[in-house]
């Protein structure tokens, strides 16, 4: 069966997208919960005035978020976090960490956009993708380092143990 989406559905395809699914899909899901709509000569013809006008409207709230998109790519956040042995973290840097770091900074981004699959957990250099407007990621660079007195701590350990080994 083939319909036409109303909404964005996800898994799907977007607003205006024709789209083959199962029948029963159709009839008993999409169709009843106004998602989509049986594809008709006039309903493609009224869908496409619709994308039509939905293209200039988003080229329109699109330009802003280009600023945010290039703001985003020259940005460089860096976490400081205690770590153990082989640079591996206490804890870790989540998305809601990258989040109060961007609010901080005066950003304004919902931390569903920021596409963190999984928590940080080592000392390094990280690039993650953040979602700005449909289509549109900025490329955020984070840094994980070891805190100011650690780094102290570790390298004086690090020279004790040479001195035993000497001895």
Same mark, same amino acid.
Request: without cysteine.
């Given at each position: 069966?083939?319909?036409?989406?109303?909404?964005?559905?996800?898994?799907?395809?977007?607003?205006?997208?024709?789209?083959?699914?199962?029948?029963?899909?159709?009839?008993?899901?999409?169709?009843?919960?106004?998602?989509?709509?049986?594809?008709?000569?006039?309903?493609?013809?009224?869908?496409?005035?619709?994308?039509?006008?939905?293209?200039?409207?988003?080229?329109?709230?699109?330009?802003?978020?280009?600023?945010?998109?290039?703001?985003?790519?020259?940005?460089?956040?860096? =976490?400081?976090?205690?770590?153990?042995?082989?640079?591996?973290?206490?804890?870790?840097?989540?998305?809601?960490?990258?989040?109060?770091?961007? #609010?901080?900074?005066? =950003? #304004?981004?919902?931390?569903?956009?920021?596409?963190?699959?999984?928590? *940080?957990?080592?000392?390094?250099?990280?690039? *993650?993708?953040?979602?700005? =407007?449909?289509? #549109?990621?900025?490329?955020?660079?984070?840094?994980?380092?070891?805190?100011?007195?650690?780094?102290?701590?570790?390298?004086?350990?690090?020279?004790?143990?040479?001195?035993?080994?000497?001895?």
């Amino acid at each position: 069966m083939r319909v036409i989406l109303k909404q964005d559905v996800e898994n799907l395809g977007r607003k205006g997208d024709i789209v083959n699914v199962s029948p029963g899909y159709g009839r008993n899901y999409l169709i009843p919960r106004r998602l989509a709509m049986e594809v008709t000569s006039s309903n493609v013809k009224s869908v496409e005035i619709e994308q039509q006008a939905l293209k200039k409207k988003i080229e329109k709230e699109r330009l802003p978020y280009e600023e945010l998109v290039r703001k985003l790519n020259e940005l460089r956040l860096t =976490f400081y976090r205690k770590a153990g042995e082989k640079d591996m973290i206490f804890g870790s840097v989540s998305a809601g960490d990258v989040k109060e770091a961007l #609010d901080q900074m005066g =950003f #304004d981004i919902e931390k569903k956009k920021i596409i963190l699959e999984d928590p *940080i957990k080592r000392l390094g250099n990280y690039t *993650i993708p953040v979602k700005v =407007f449909q289509d #549109d990621k900025a490329e955020l660079k984070i840094e994980v380092r070891k805190e100011e007195g650690q780094e102290e701590a570790s390298e004086s350990r690090q020279k004790e143990e040479e001195r035993k080994e000497i001895k």
